[in-house]
């Protein structure tokens, strides 16, 4: 095997996986200020559309990534204010985000949709994406805010009456944690694979999803794991295309599969359970209990 | 999750197209994908406007799009069986147990399986003959690729891929013994990401061109990015990739469409078996991309239509073998459509095994 296979074969991994660390690193922060938020692929999919429709329209990559984000900002600002606000169930506006982004993300893009575009250099994003695990790890394990999202996270009544703005730090959160997903989406449809078609998300917000559970609500565990992920799915395509015989749909549900080892060995043991996941995880905040 | 998702939202985009009269013949559409993928399913919705603009009043037409290929398809195409529609056109291999099984319930209904090989009395079934079009790419491969290394993705171990792969590489190996073809299994007719990893990976070990048995066009447009050459793969794909695409294998259902509906208009339809290529219009080449190929090339592959449509070439001539070295069409003859139709073997020649 030489050098330059070895390379093409990172670089690949470094493109792909990308857009599971930006989506994976938005929910992790989500979560860990105690909101799950089952929304991703819908927000990926809107971020997606609107960036790819951007660009299309002005052909400025800048206003592309600026309507991608501010997608984010609205859908998941609605999806703040229903569960925080009026205090709907978290997995049900989740589950429901998602189905309304794959509806409206299609609806948008009907009239784009096979419009050639050019598409952008993934570098500068793979580069972000680094960056960004090193800020959100640093954020949260060394500075004040990131103690108060821990706080809220693991009792929110008790940082509430220790006088943190628990609606407020999650509404941060939240957004935060769609912003990222609509840049997973616009990296998706701008630099990944150029183009805009429906559905072309293709399930990684569930694998986003599920990689936060595998790194155990961590910054540094959740790159390994989309790198574990990404890697894994290239080299079996790199074996493949060497005619070594792989069991191809295995290599489909992995990341679901080692999602539920993990869990299933955290929750093994009631220590570890209360380590690893936020306490107040889909609970619902009552202000006046 | 995804796939109940999916389901869920296949429920939502129902999507009537035009407005109903009292004596018009109710056709629908089950769709594995989006009309727009410009590939497979928007092929066929191009084939159910055609039928559209062909018939007039006479029809309504519907579909339901991104059906999952389990048993919820089964829901989707009961959904149309039970709201009066008199012909279903159920456009993926994988259906085809769903739709014998709603077709049981439905015996009034007729039913079009795209191809499949399961027929009933109110069961057709119908496909096109791609691998005509995949020996000539498979010739123009053969005579184009450099580093003699072709790497191709395809989605699922079906006959339908299978024979496409064979033919492809049946047509190359005759111009050039040394060509080796590459196969990835991506195991999803559609993720534009995915397509574009293999595609990338492929060309990373060395393929210089780029052939494809899934429905998005990633993988010509990688092969644009990356400088090597490609062909799309159901629709003419040119625009995506100007500089890559040599040719695509386009599915012309138009016509075959029309003809059905208007059968049912006319109380006529039966049940049969169409199985059809260049000789009836149901597969095309897209227009031979001047700048990448030579004139005369093209002009072969021009020639190699023809001699398709008038039967003095065909796709599987004998001798073939398989990869154990036994004899599976004798020389001088071609192989029949049975052994095509349940193809599940690699031609001598190919590396790998056919996964199960």
Request: charged letters at 15%; aromatic letters at 12%.
């Given at each position: ?7 093409g ?26 909101v ?14 609107t ?27 609605i ?71 821990r ?33 997973a ?7 990944y ?12 917000g569930?694998?986003?999803?599920a ?15 989309a790198?574990?992920?990404g890697g ?11 005619g ?24 093994s ?21 | ?17 035009s ?12 769709y ?17 406007i ?57 015996p ?10 399961k ?15 995949r ?39 005759k ?7 590459k ?32 429905d ?13 050459l ?7 794909q ?35 078996d169409?199985w059809?290529g260049?000789k009836?219009?149901?597969v ?15 002009l ?19 001798p073939?073998?398989?990869?154990a070295?036994e ?30």
């Amino acid at each position: 095997m030489n050098i330059d296979l070895l390379v093409g074969i990172l670089n690949i991994v470094l493109i792909s996986t990308t857009p599971l660390v930006f989506a994976g690193i938005g929910e992790l922060v989500t979560e860990k200020s105690g909101v799950l938020n089952l929304g991703l692929e819908g927000l990926m999919l809107v971020g997606a559309v609107t960036g790819f429709i951007t660009l299309v329209l002005t052909g400025n990559y800048f206003y592309s990534l600026f309507f991608s984000i501010i997608s984010g900002v609205i859908l998941s600002g609605i999806f703040a204010f229903l569960v925080l606000n009026l205090m709907t169930n978290q997995i049900a506006t989740g589950l429901a985000l998602t189905i309304f982004g794959i509806g409206l993300s299609a609806m948008l893009g009907k009239k784009f949709s096979g419009t050639p575009i050019e598409g952008l250099n993934p570098y500068y994003f793979i580069v972000i994406s680094f960056l960004l695990v090193f800020m959100v790890s640093y954020f949260l394990s060394k500075t004040k805010s990131g103690l108060i999202v821990r706080a809220v996270g693991e009792n929110h009544n008790s940082a509430y009456s220790l006088g943190y703005n628990v609606i407020k730090t999650r509404y941060m959160t939240i957004i935060f944690g769609g912003v990222m997903s609509s840049l997973a989406g616009f990296y998706i449809s701008i630099c990944y694979a150029p183009m805009w078609q429906e559905g072309m998300t293709a399930g990684r917000g569930w694998i986003a999803l599920a990689l936060v559970v595998f790194a155990t609500w961590k910054p540094w565990r959740l790159l390994v794991g989309a790198y574990i992920f990404g890697g894994v799915a290239i080299m079996q395509m790199n074996l493949q295309a060497i005619g070594v015989k792989l069991p191809g749909q295995f290599f489909n549900m992995m990341p679901y599969l080692a999602t539920i080892i993990v869990l299933v060995f955290i929750s093994s043991n009631k220590l570890r359970l209360k380590l690893s996941a936020p306490a107040s995880l889909n609970i619902t905040f009552e202000k006046n209990q | 999750m995804i796939r109940k998702i999916l389901t869920i939202l296949s429920f939502f985009t129902i999507i009537s197209v035009s407005a109903l009269h009292a004596d018009q013949k109710k056709i629908g559409f089950i769709y594995i994908g989006p009309p727009g993928d410009h590939g497979w399913t928007y092929m066929h919705d191009q084939g159910r406007i055609y039928m559209e603009n062909a018939l007039g009043d006479s029809i309504s037409t519907t579909y339901i799009e991104n059906v999952p290929e389990n048993a919820d398809a089964v829901r989707a195409i009961r959904k149309l069986a039970a709201s009066g529609h008199d012909l279903i056109f159920t456009t993926s291999f994988n259906y085809m147990d769903q739709t014998l099984e709603v077709a049981e319930e439905f015996p009034d209904v007729k039913f079009e399986h795209a191809t499949g090989f399961k027929r009933l009395d109110n069961v057709s079934t119908y496909s096109a003959r791609f691998y005509e079009g995949r020996t000539i790419i498979g010739h123009i491969a053969g005579k184009m690729t450099k580093t003699n290394t072709i790497g191709y993705i395809v989605s699922f171990p079906i006959p339908e891929v299978i024979r496409g792969i064979n033919a492809f590489y049946l047509a190359a190996a005759k111009v050039n013994p040394d060509v080796k073809i590459k196969i990835i299994w991506n195991y999803s007719w559609y993720d534009p990401g995915k397509e574009a990893d293999a595609a990338n990976t492929l060309i990373n070990q060395g393929a210089d061109i780029i052939v494809q048995h899934t429905d998005s066009y990633a993988p010509c447009q990688a092969a644009e990015k990356a400088g090597v050459l490609a062909f799309g793969q159901a629709s003419n794909q040119e625009a995506f990739c100007p500089n890559a695409h040599m040719t695509s294998i386009e599915d012309i259902w138009g016509p075959y469409y029309a003809a059905k509906a208007q059968a049912v208009v006319d109380g006529t339809w039966g049940s049969e078996d169409t199985w059809q290529g260049f000789k009836d219009g149901m597969v095309e080449m897209s227009p031979y991309n001047t700048k990448l190929l030579p004139l005369d090339l093209i002009l072969e592959a021009k020639n190699m239509e023809t001699a398709i449509e008038n039967g003095t070439l065909h796709s599987f001539e004998g001798p073939i073998y398989n990869q154990a070295g036994e004899l599976v069409v004798k020389e001088g003859e071609v192989a029949d459509d049975g052994m095509l139709a349940g193809m599940m073997f690699y031609v001598q020649g190919i590396d790998g095994e056919v996964p199960q």
